[in-house]
């Protein structure tokens, strides 16, 4: 695996305590990380204006807001050229029940991870907005049970083993 940025431990380090918890102050990530803070911050614009960092968000809990339906659905399209392939992913920005869509390879074009406040909104969505959108062919939905793992989106560990977490 070829790793596209340039980081040593430090960095490593910083990433870490940053998807632990982004909201930390840089004199915290600095005590954490073992360095100064004026050096920890310019590491950390350095990880943010080469795209390392992507941003930063507050995660939700989506059913002490109300949002207690959590549902998968794989798209298939009955055309996969690169105009339509295009098309329905903007399409999928424009919905608010759509959380996160990822292009997949297999039986399915798309994968579409949604979010609403009950069952009957989140069956309107799909009858209403997405079965029935220009060259959409096959909608099969998996509403979830319940979460089992939140863990952030990648893992340090595995880009560099033997640098395993131990908190």
């Avoid at 070829?2 to 490593?12: C, F, G, H, N, P």
């Avoid at 305590?17 to 073992?34: A, F, I, K, Y």
């Avoid at 298939?76 to 392939?85: A, K, R």
């Avoid at 959108?133 to 793992?149: D, H, S, Y």
């Amino acid at each position: 695996m070829q790793i596209r940025a340039e980081l040593d431990a430090i960095d490593w380090k910083i990433l870490r305590e940053l998807q632990d918890d982004g909201r930390m102050t840089n004199v915290e990530l600095s005590r954490r990380v073992g360095i100064s803070a004026p050096p920890c911050l310019r590491r950390v614009k350095r990880l943010e204006e080469t795209g390392v960092i992507r941003g930063y968000r507050a995660l939700l809990n989506g059913a002490a807001l109300g949002m207690d339906v959590v549902a998968f659905c794989l798209v298939g399209l009955q055309h996969q050229s690169d105009g339509e392939l295009r098309a329905f992913a903007d399409k999928t920005r424009k919905w608010p029940i759509v959380r996160e869509a990822w292009m997949v390879s297999g039986e399915s074009d798309f994968m579409l991870h949604c979010v609403a406040s009950d069952l009957a909104t989140f069956q309107s969505f799909v009858i209403e907005q997405l079965t029935s959108t220009p060259n959409v062919g096959t909608v099969r939905t998996a509403l979830t049970i319940r979460q089992v793992k939140d863990e952030g989106a990648v893992a340090i560990a595995a880009i560099r083993p033997g640098h395993e977490q131990t908190h």
